[in-house]
């Protein structure tokens, strides 16, 4: 049966674990794909271009800007964050069902223009927790986690426009939370893909037939 692919997109503060799922998601659900951005970052160690992210200049993030090549971008932690909207289109088309790990502002783009997005939010269960993960990245300095928390306050009030939350909980506490948010978010994949709307070809066709003498 064929159906348009699906468009899924995973958000959440910085240090709640958003990667960490969407990156394990496919990896043990490989009918689920990952959309890779791009950004103006500089690759962290053990990141590789093309795989984690594609990596860009300014003058080129802009130039893709300017040409509106991008599905979604926006300004994050001070770098630029962005989907090819060509990546997109083509996955869809082909009915792949796809997994945008992006920034909440993306997320809030790519909900506000296409109805049929749906918004999953990862959720730290704690600011302690959040914290925690942050300093344990060894990633940041003290100013760019200060940042990161401010931010992390906005991200959550964001969280109501969601339509699936996820609590990612405290791996010392509960020590395979990333496993159950893992298999939340493939539940709510499942759930989706089982809504009417998505079998109407093959309702229709069936209940023609059934009428056939």
Same mark, same amino acid.
């Given at each position: 049966?064929e159906?348009r692919?699906?468009?899924?997109?995973?958000?959440?503060?910085?240090?709640?674990?958003?990667?960490?799922?969407?990156k394990k998601?496919?990896?043990?659900?490989?009918d689920?794909?990952?959309?890779v951005?791009?950004?103006?970052?500089?690759?962290?160690?053990g990141?590789?271009d093309?795989?984690?992210?594609?990596?860009?200049?300014?003058?080129?993030?802009?130039?893709?800007?300017q040409?509106?090549?991008?599905?979604?971008?926006?300004?994050?932690?001070?770098?630029?964050?962005?989907?090819?909207?060509?990546?997109v289109?083509?996955?869809?088309?082909?009915?792949h069902?796809?997994?945008?790990?992006?920034?909440v502002q993306?997320c809030?783009?790519?909900?506000?223009?296409?109805?049929?997005?749906?918004?999953?939010?990862?959720?730290?269960?704690?600011? %302690?927790n959040?914290?925690?993960?942050?300093?344990g990245?060894?990633? !940041?300095?003290e &100013? *760019?986690?200060k940042?990161? @928390?401010?931010?992390a306050a906005?991200?959550? %009030?964001q969280?109501?426009r969601?339509?699936?939350i996820?609590?990612? !909980?405290d791996? &010392? *506490?509960?020590?395979?939370? @990333?496993?159950?948010?893992?298999?939340?978010?493939y539940a709510i994949i499942?759930?989706?893909?089982?809504?009417?709307?998505h079998?109407?070809?093959?309702?229709?066709a069936?209940s023609?037939?059934?009428?056939?003498?």
């Amino acid at each position: 049966m064929e159906r348009r692919g699906l468009l899924f997109v995973i958000s959440g503060p910085a240090g709640a674990g958003k990667s960490m799922i969407a990156k394990k998601l496919v990896e043990k659900y490989p009918d689920v794909g990952l959309s890779v951005s791009c950004t103006t970052r500089a690759p962290r160690p053990g990141e590789i271009d093309g795989v984690h992210y594609h990596f860009v200049s300014e003058e080129r993030f802009e130039e893709l800007v300017q040409r509106g090549e991008f599905y979604e971008w926006a300004y994050v932690h001070q770098n630029r964050y962005g989907t090819l909207r060509r990546t997109v289109q083509e996955q869809l088309a082909q009915g792949h069902d796809l997994i945008l790990e992006i920034d909440v502002q993306g997320c809030l783009q790519a909900m506000e223009q296409d109805s049929e997005v749906t918004g999953i939010f990862v959720c730290p269960p704690s600011r %302690e927790n959040i914290e925690k993960r942050l300093r344990g990245r060894g990633t !940041e300095g003290e &100013d *760019a986690l200060k940042i990161r @928390l401010h931010n992390a306050a906005r991200e959550v %009030e964001q969280a109501y426009r969601y339509d699936y939350i996820i609590v990612h !909980e405290d791996w &010392d *506490a509960v020590p395979d939370a @990333l496993d159950r948010a893992i298999e939340q978010a493939y539940a709510i994949i499942t759930a989706m893909r089982l809504k009417t709307k998505h079998s109407m070809r093959f309702l229709n066709a069936l209940s023609q037939s059934l009428k056939r003498e």
